[in-house]
């Protein structure tokens, strides 16, 4: 098995608003495993032996690893400022998999296409240059410098602006996005896509965020949140192959990919191949 | 197998089933394609695959006389190739970037498709219509068996309280197979309801023939 180092890697599991006693049964990895509320009140996760699994709390997850991960999980500072609106979004479960989640989080050509009149509208349908790097020393991939032009960019949002835009990977199926914030220029939104890998080709995907955002309900939040992937879900569940290709010639990307370019090259590195295609294997 | 199977043209649609600007979804033995028209009349298909990033072209949308990918709306022209890249407005694509065209035509109503060109045209029954198609989850034998058809130039014959119709069947996945119900131009709406109707019977024979082995 070639997926050892994907074993090793911390997954959203569940809501830590959504506990119960009894547990949720979930699978990782094809694995089938329990995730409940423990004897001491504290949030436990078992695998099929009934044996614990490591938990983390945070970003209101519950994180767990059929491994041993040699590093914590990954933080956002920003997350941690006071008054911003923490939103649960829930689960959304797709036919695809994991790794083609996340690159489409990555994306930001289909807006205009995809999430017509909201995310993006033609004719601004072009993606200017932007800055993509590997870091090296937090190992994570970032885009920086990413704009681009949108008719509603956020539920916050009136009217159309041109939004900019950091990605970053800090986990072979989580993306952090940090978006300009309309009502608070200078600060970042924070939107997450954490996906939670049941098979090579299922996921269950919780989006999370830490908007600053007080005219909104936490309702209206999460419908806006909910809409924009459902329309990514329509999309996810057609691409052919299922699983992401990670050796070139199968798909042919532009400049415009080079944040997709960057992760696949990253998740070829580290051998995180778990939902991917290889031409040897 | 057959000679409706061994055909160079695979019968894919109706033609009306793909009016101008539009894009449906079919398949061949080499994989799933994407059969769409102009907005002019012209009819293409090609395999059902973006080069871009896989996603099914026949999600996509025809205007003027393009078909875009809904994913980052990539155009492509009737030849496979790729015209637009509206990420890249100013870029002229390259000609490496293409979309697997097929060879699609059409003959009394009837829309047929190949890999390649083939030497001859497709069958074209003289006098007859097309009336509709259904898929069938049954392999043809079970088909055959349950229409007691007769083998007619590259079809099936039958008929059915005096109304005579002509079949074509084409595999789908080795598991379905479609089928064009084709009948006398001068055929009665009435007998063409008939038609139809006996055709869904007939779906549901061959399917429980395939299915639980039944004989009739």
């Known amino acids: 098995m070639t997926d050892t180092a994907m074993k090793d890697a911390w997954y959203p599991v569940g809501l830590c608003s959504d506990l119960s006693a009894d547990g949720r049964k979930t699978r990782l990895m094809g694995e089938p495993i329990t995730v409940k509320t423990g004897p001491v009140g504290a949030p436990e996760v078992l695998n099929a032996d009934n044996e614990p699994l490591p938990v983390i709390i945070r970003f209101g997850h519950v994180w767990t690893s059929l491994g041993a991960p040699q590093t914590d999980l990954f933080t956002i500072p920003e997350a941690d400022q006071p008054s911003r609106k923490l939103v649960d979004v829930g689960v959304v479960r797709v036919k695809c998999s994991p790794l083609r989640a996340v690159e489409n989080f990555l994306d930001i050509a289909h807006f205009p296409f995809v999430h017509t009149d909201i995310l993006g509208a033609e004719p601004h349908t072009e993606v200017e240059d932007y800055k993509v790097e590997i870091r090296d020393e937090e190992d994570e991939v970032w885009a920086t410098k990413v704009k681009f032009f949108q008719p509603q960019a956020a539920k916050s949002a009136e009217g159309g602006i041109t939004t900019e835009y950091m990605y970053r990977v800090p986990a072979p199926t989580c993306s952090v996005l940090y978006k300009t914030c309309p009502p608070r220029p200078g600060e970042w939104d924070v939107i997450c896509l954490f996906v939670q890998p049941l098979t090579e080709d299922l996921c269950d995907v919780w989006p999370w965020m830490a908007l600053y955002d007080e005219d909104n309900t936490m309702t209206e939040l999460i419908h806006f949140q909910q809409m924009i992937f459902l329309q990514d879900r329509s999309i996810l569940e057609n691409q052919i192959p299922t699983r992401l290709p990670l050796d070139p010639g199968m798909e042919m990307p532009t400049r415009a990919d080079m944040t997709s370019v960057a992760y696949r090259r990253w998740l070829k590195r580290h051998n995180y191949t778990y939902g991917a295609q290889l031409v040897a294997k | ?216």
């Open chain 2, 1 to 216: 197998m057959t000679h409706t199977l061994s055909l160079p043209w695979t019968p894919v649609a109706l033609s009306s089933d793909v009016p101008p600007g539009t894009v449906i979804p079919a398949k061949l033995s080499s994989g799933p394609i994407a059969v769409w028209r102009t907005q002019s009349g012209h009819l293409s298909a090609n395999g059902d695959r973006c080069p871009h990033r896989g996603m099914r072209l026949s999600h996509g949308f025809v205007r003027g006389e393009t078909l875009s990918c809904i994913y980052h709306g990539w155009r492509f022209a009737d030849d496979g190739s790729c015209t637009h890249i509206p990420a890249h407005p100013n870029l002229t694509p390259p000609s490496a970037i293409k979309c697997n065209p097929r060879q699609a035509k059409e003959s009394g109503g009837v829309i047929w498709v190949a890999d390649e060109l083939p030497d001859e045209e497709p069958v074209f029954f003289e006098g007859y219509k097309p009336l509709r198609s259904l898929v069938v989850a049954a392999d043809e034998t079970s088909v055959r068996e349950a229409t007691q058809a007769t083998d007619v130039d590259s079809g099936l014959a039958v008929n059915h309280a005096g109304t005579d119709i002509r079949l074509l069947v084409s595999d789908l996945d080795g598991e379905q197979v479609f089928v064009i119900l084709l009948l006398a131009e001068n055929t009665s709406p009435e007998a063409c309801v008939s038609a139809s109707r006996w055709a869904e019977v007939m779906r549901q024979k061959a399917e429980r023939i395939c299915n639980h082995g039944e004989t009739t």
